[in-house]
């Protein structure tokens, strides 16, 4: 009979933060390195470790030991020691699809660098897997994946083993380490450890491979240090267990010789969401809110603002500032580890989480104004024309719609010209005069102060017309002119547009869809609970009955003629914590001030909430009643295209008498739209920072989670999370901060019609709700706005054109990505993609494109595209160009 083999993998997980710092993270990977490094140089039966599929910790070894990298470079180089695939372990439900495929990119490049990158998609420790995974990682040439979380046991069919599916029929070969990543943690040849903790462990992993004789056994856990006597202690047990062969080895080891000797047939396709086996955390999408807002607000400006807007001005002739955005990246990947981005830490360490997402924002925000105003003052140079006004957009398509802006003049009054002299429609929002303050100048008597004269700040919507595709336009201010109109304030009830209608009565909203006649009376209003959870899940409170927000205050109208907005405010008493929830005590009070938009032309209404919270303890969710009745499932995008999701979730009904590790709650995550649909109506909520909902079954509502607070780390036995605390569960840690008792808001669109869902359709609209564009004013009258407009800077190219377009996309329903600078040169990198069920062929248009080379994510060549290009239904491609510079443009 031939022996199970047991591959004992000993390996470390490596949070970069959690209840402690990323500090002290550094200071205990140095002194752990250090005896690493040590123990596999003197212990050749030391055959392998694996450092959590991470490069980050290689760079921040290096800074402090920059003695060692050659030590650590032959160790890797060896495979004696795995680092990579990643940068740092993602979450992968909270982060935008290309902040994952950028934290690989730089992930395997780093380790190949030192030598060699672990060709293992690993997830030890995520809460949840995206259902593009196996795709992005096969775009890097993995061909295994080794997760832990997500999977129903019924799914596997007897097999830990299984091939792991992605909506674009990309697919990996997958196990599943049933007892998570530590069963092997405190590994010893012990007569009384094998027969009571070893061997069940060993009969239970068996049970789980009905048909392989390949057991894994990962032997590491938390931050823990290299056990020394591993190959000791193997040997040791092939003479106690003579059933079984106990082996060291590795990942890669294991899966190679796995996948090798049996064949597994048995497909699971999609994301992996099950909270059988382990905790998934369904709820810790709504903690720390400020957290995943700011993210979304950086990860945006990066992906959808600086990146593109860096290649446009490469191609006229400036640099790309490739040094200073792979720091912020490497810092926003610091973000998005599952901890990190969940919010499930001490309050320090999510201070210092807000600091940095903080940080890089203005990092961003400084290279938009450098590029912008080198960009700005080379088309002024052009025209001979100085109070221009730019506005970049960063899509490869041509652009119509109303957009923000501000404005600084001399005069109260003035117009927006395009520059062959024809007026813009324009709306005056806001006006305010500042002081010009003072300046100081020099003269043989020494310095004197001289008085500036005022100006104003005016803030508009500006209607766009035919923006050029990944390019800009330019606007001329003329001072002096009366050319705008003033959204003012009116004495009615009600805002419309093209599309639609909302009008107020007696405290309540009704929403009217002119297209269609569709009427939807009170058609949101908010519900709060109390949360007697912590930082990772909610939990209600029993007994506890909700608040509803229902009647509203209308507390103004303005009327203008591109935007029009309705102002209301929902009041009530409410309890301040837990204590007065259970004796139904309202000493508190909770205030929502409401914004609703309506722009020209525009298919959906944008909604902003604002909240002073001053309670703890509790939920907030917004309840948007739809035009779907009883709907059974709802959608979400996520990765490249849309997820299915069942509004009932069937394991639902006897989760505790099956042990599971927490109630399977149909409450799901959204990367930007979630939404429900049937054969007549659509309705889609389009969110910015906003990552959790739930349809309520039964009804028409659909639940958006504005934000939890809660003010504990971990607790012990919550509702729908029996058992130990999660987290740090030996200590009560005090999260206050957690609380949320400050200033939030809150910003999404809702999007209904008389229509069938089209994915194309709602990636669009996704575009246009959070807008991929930029704006910048050449004038010497302010120098804060933008703050680095106070400052001299060099001027690299003395002309460019007022209009340039750098490329455009011909089809409508692909959709753009990402565009930046190649990795390895000063190619340009343009990731597209086709959400929707069917083929579709582009072409590539521009002038300045002199080759197209398709790559995968990892940027590695594979063919030239010659015209057209195909993507398959819900796939995507990565094209690399090589782009001429304007001024070489014949």
Same mark, same amino acid.
């Given at each position: ?347 320090? /360490?999510?201070?210092?989480? $807000?600091?940095?997402? &903080? #940080? %890089?924002?203005?990092? !961003?925000? @400084?290279?938009?104004? =450098? ?57 005056? /929002?806001?006006?305010?005069? $500042?002081?010009?303050? &003072? #300046? %100081?100048?020099?003269? !043989?008597? @020494?310095?004197?102060? =001289? ?68 009427? %939807? ?351 398959d239904a819900k796939g995507y491609i990565t094209l690399k160009l090589k782009v001429m510079r304007d001024n070489e443009k014949m």
């Amino acid at each position: 009979m031939k022996k199970k083999r047991v591959y004992v993998v000993p390996h470390s997980h490596w949070d970069r933060e959690w209840y402690f710092s990323i500090e002290d993270s550094d200071i205990l990977l140095s002194e752990n390195l250090d005896h690493l490094l040590n123990v596999l140089e003197r212990d050749e039966s030391y055959t392998a470790y694996v450092f959590d599929g991470q490069s980050s910790i290689v760079e921040e070894y290096i800074k402090v030991r920059p003695e060692n990298k050659e030590r650590l470079q032959k160790l890797i180089k060896m495979k004696r020691l795995f680092v990579g695939p990643w940068y740092t372990q993602t979450d992968s439900l909270l982060v935008h699809k290309e902040s994952i495929i950028r934290n690989l990119l730089y992930g395997t490049k780093i380790a190949k660098e030192m030598g060699h990158s672990m060709e293992i998609g690993y997830l030890p420790d995520i809460f949840g897997q995206n259902a593009y995974l196996p795709s992005i990682f096969r775009g890097f040439g993995l061909q295994f994946s080794i997760l832990q979380r997500g999977i129903y046991t019924d799914k596997l069919h007897g097999d830990v083993n299984f091939i792991w599916k992605s909506p674009d029929g990309q697919s990996v070969k997958a196990n599943h380490i049933y007892l998570g990543y530590g069963p092997g943690k405190f590994l010893s040849s012990d007569r009384e450890y094998v027969q009571k903790q070893l061997l069940p462990m060993i009969e239970k992993l068996e049970e789980m491979n009905r048909h392989c004789d390949h057991l894994l056994l990962p032997a590491g856990g938390d931050q823990v240090l290299v056990r020394e006597h591993f190959p000791e202690t193997v040997a040791e047990l092939n003479d106690i267990d003579p059933e079984r062969e106990y082996v060291l080895s590795d990942y890669e080891t294991f899966m190679k010789e796995t996948w090798a000797d049996e064949s597994f047939h048995n497909v699971i396709e999609g994301e992996l969401l099950a909270t059988q086996q382990s905790r998934i955390h369904h709820t810790i999408r709504s903690q720390r809110y400020d957290i995943k807002q700011m993210n979304a607000i950086v990860e945006h400006k990066l992906l959808h603002v600086l990146e593109p807007l860096a290649v446009i001005g490469q191609t006229l002739g400036l640099n790309y500032p490739k040094a200073w955005l792979d720091q912020m990246w490497k810092q926003l990947f610091d973000v998005h580890a599952h901890d990190s981005i969940g919010g499930c830490n001490s309050d320090e /360490t999510n201070e210092a989480i $807000l600091f940095r997402l &903080k #940080k %890089i924002n203005r990092m !961003a925000d @400084g290279l938009m104004n =450098v590029v912008k105003k080198q960009i700005a003052r080379a088309i002024s140079n052009k025209l001979e024309k100085e109070n221009i006004y730019v506005f970049f957009h960063t899509q490869p398509r041509t652009f119509s719609g109303v957009v923000k802006g501000v404005i600084f003049t001399k005069s109260p009054n003035f117009q927006i010209m395009t520059t062959d002299g024809k007026p813009v429609q324009a709306e005056m /929002t806001a006006q305010r005069h $500042l002081s010009g303050g &003072k #300046k %100081i100048v020099v003269t !043989a008597e @020494g310095e004197k102060e =001289v008085a500036l004269p005022g100006y104003y700040r005016t803030e508009i919507q500006l209607h766009v017309e035919n923006a050029p595709p990944l390019g800009y336009c330019t606007y001329e201010i003329i001072e002096g002119q009366t050319g705008l109109e003033k959204r003012v304030r009116v004495e009615e009830e009600w805002i419309e547009n093209d599309c639609f209608t909302v009008s107020y009565e007696q405290g309540m909203l009704t929403l009217t869809d002119k297209r269609s006649g569709e009427t %939807i009376r009170h058609f949101f209003r908010l519900e709060n609970t109390g949360d007697a959870g912590d930082s990772y899940d909610y939990s209600p409170l029993e007994g506890d009955e909700p608040i509803y927000l229902e009647k509203a205050e209308l507390l103004s109208v303005e009327k203008g003629c591109l935007t029009e907005t309705m102002v209301v405010q929902h009041t009530v008493k409410a309890p301040a914590n837990l204590t007065e929830r259970k004796t139904n005590m309202k000493s508190s009070e909770l205030t929502v001030m409401t914004t609703l938009e309506l722009r020209k032309g525009e298919a959906f209404v944008r909604v902003r909430h604002e909240v002073e919270n001053k309670m703890e303890d509790h939920r907030l969710r917004v309840l948007l009643k739809t035009p779907v009745a009883n709907p059974r499932t709802s959608f979400a995008d996520q990765g490249f295209s849309l997820v299915e999701r069942s509004v009932d979730n069937p394991y639902l009904a006897n989760w505790r008498e099956r042990n599971f590790a927490e109630a399977p709650v149909p409450i799901y995550p959204l990367e930007n739209v979630a939404g429900v649909h049937d054969d007549h109506f659509v309705f889609a909520v389009i969110t910015k920072g906003i990552k959790e909902y739930e349809v309520l079954s039964g009804t028409k509502e659909f639940a958006l989670t504005l934000f939890r607070s809660v003010g504990l780390l971990g607790r012990d036995d919550l509702l729908w999370r029996p058992g130990r605390a999660s987290g740090i569960n030996n200590q009560v840690v005090y999260t206050p901060d957690a609380q949320l008792k400050k200033k939030l808001d809150f910003e999404y669109a809702i999007y209904v019609a008389k229509e069938k869902r089209d994915p194309k359709r709602i990636f669009a609209l996704i575009d246009a709700y959070r807008g991929h564009f930029a704006s910048y004013q050449l004038q010497t009258l302010n120098t804060l706005e933008e703050r680095l407009d106070r400052f001299e800077i060099p001027y690299p190219i003395e002309r460019a054109p007022e209009q340039f377009s750098l490329l455009e996309i011909d089809n409508n329903a692909i959709f753009m990505s990402v565009c930046k600078q190649a990795y390895d040169d000063s190619s340009v990198v343009v990731r597209v993609f086709n959400p929707t069920s069917e083929p579709q062929t582009f072409t590539v248009k521009s002038p300045y494109v002199l080759s197209i080379v398709k790559t995968n994510l990892a940027e590695e060549e594979i063919c030239e595209v010659a015209e057209s290009c195909r993507i398959d239904a819900k796939g995507y491609i990565t094209l690399k160009l090589k782009v001429m510079r304007d001024n070489e443009k014949m």
